[in-house]
């Protein structure tokens, strides 16, 4: 090779690699390292999807299935989105116990050894018999937030700290909430009370409200079967009668008994107040319940 072309050859290289090296940092900056990857998670019901985002932050690219207050949780049925999004999940937070069992199907439909599961009825402390709704516990909420940090950590360990800094302040802000409970406890224990159905009991007994409607007829109630007949006719008394101060409804799940019930309570200038299964739009678990709460306190006050 003579002399010019060989410094041109060399100079050819010299810029290629520079090129090349150039293309090569832009690349590595522009591509999400693992560290910076957010985990994908999927709540089978929307306060779940709250929770977790509370406890994850930025780190956490959550989709929350059931979300609608307004629909019954009970005549759910998942789509392929649903699965898709399961499919790619790091983490999935169901309730179990039965409450949503359409997420099991999901799950077994796409086999991921490296997923987790979470089972809120499986990790709650507090467990009423025949009573799967046990995120109305404010002990069972803290104890889901625990295990989903400890589970947080574990998929994601560079940012461990933020996940438990997170959980510290989640603990925190479910102070109000427990005050609130202490406080109409003092004020309207042994009050009265009837429900439709067995959601809220997981309340009313830190409350110490008097829950006067037969069991059978909540249960009946909450599975959507017809109540024995006596307890109809107990429960129709209670209010008739205003046995009850308050009647505690679940508005997501309606019937001809239930609305009959809340006609009568109209009728006998009872007050009446919903609670819902799916947590509300523009809500957070703690502001769900503790407006729950408040609306209840109003109530009592009458």
């Known amino acids: 090779m003579r002399p010019v072309k060989k410094t041109l050859f060399w100079l050819f290289c010299v810029v290629v690699l520079a090129i090349c090296?150039?293309?090569?940092?832009?690349?590595?900056?522009?591509?999400?390292s693992s560290s910076s990857k957010a985990l994908h998670v999927v709540a089978a019901e929307n306060f779940y999807g709250d929770i977790v985002?509370?406890?994850?932050?930025?780190?956490?690219?959550?989709?929350?299935?059931?979300?609608?207050?307004n629909g019954d949780p009970h005549e759910y049925e998942s789509s392929i989105q649903n699965a898709t999004a399961?499919?790619?999940?790091?983490?999935?937070?169901?309730?179990?116990?039965?409450?949503?069992?359409?997420?099991?199907?999901?799950?077994?439909?796409?086999?991921?050894?490296?997923?987790?599961?979470l089972k809120a009825f499986d990790i709650a402390q507090v467990k009423l018999p025949d009573n799967v709704h046990v995120w109305y516990s404010i002990d069972n909420a803290q104890s889901m937030a625990q295990a989903i940090t400890n589970t947080l950590k574990q998929l994601d360990a560079a940012d461990a700290a933020t996940f438990e800094n997170n959980f510290q302040v989640f603990k925190q802000s479910l102070q109000p909430v427990r005050q609130k409970m202490a406080?109409?406890?003092?004020?309207?224990?042994?009050?009265?009370?009837?429900?439709?159905?067995?959601?809220?009991?997981?309340?009313?007994?830190?409350?110490?409200?008097?829950?006067?409607?037969?069991?059978?007829?909540?249960?009946?109630?909450?599975?959507?079967?017809?109540?024995?007949?006596n307890t109809l006719v107990t429960t129709e008394d209670q209010v008739m009668k205003k046995q009850i101060k308050v009647l505690i409804v679940n508005q997501q799940t309606s019937s001809q008994i239930t609305d009959k019930l809340q006609n009568d309570a109209r009728a006998q200038h009872i007050p009446i107040v919903p609670v819902t299964?799916?947590?509300?739009?523009?809500?957070?678990?703690?502001?769900?319940?503790?407006?729950?709460?408040t609306t209840l306190e109003q109530a009592l006050g009458k």
């Open 183 to 229: 406080d109409m406890k003092t004020k309207y224990a042994g009050t009265p009370v009837g429900l439709t159905e067995t959601i809220y009991l997981y309340q009313t007994g830190p409350l110490g409200l008097n829950v006067l409607t037969p069991l059978e007829f909540q249960k009946a109630m909450a599975e959507g079967n017809d109540p024995p007949a």
């Open 277 to 293: 299964e799916t947590m509300p739009p523009n809500k957070t678990y703690q502001t769900w319940m503790l407006d729950q709460l």
């Open 53 to 69: 985002k509370q406890l994850g932050g930025s780190r956490v690219s959550v989709v929350s299935m059931l979300s609608n207050p």
């Open 86 to 117: 399961v499919a790619a999940a790091d983490l999935v937070i169901e309730n179990g116990g039965g409450y949503d069992g359409w997420m099991d199907k999901l799950i077994a439909g796409s086999p991921k050894s490296s997923r987790v599961v």
């Open 21 to 32: 090296g150039s293309a090569c940092t832009s690349s590595s900056s522009t591509t999400p």
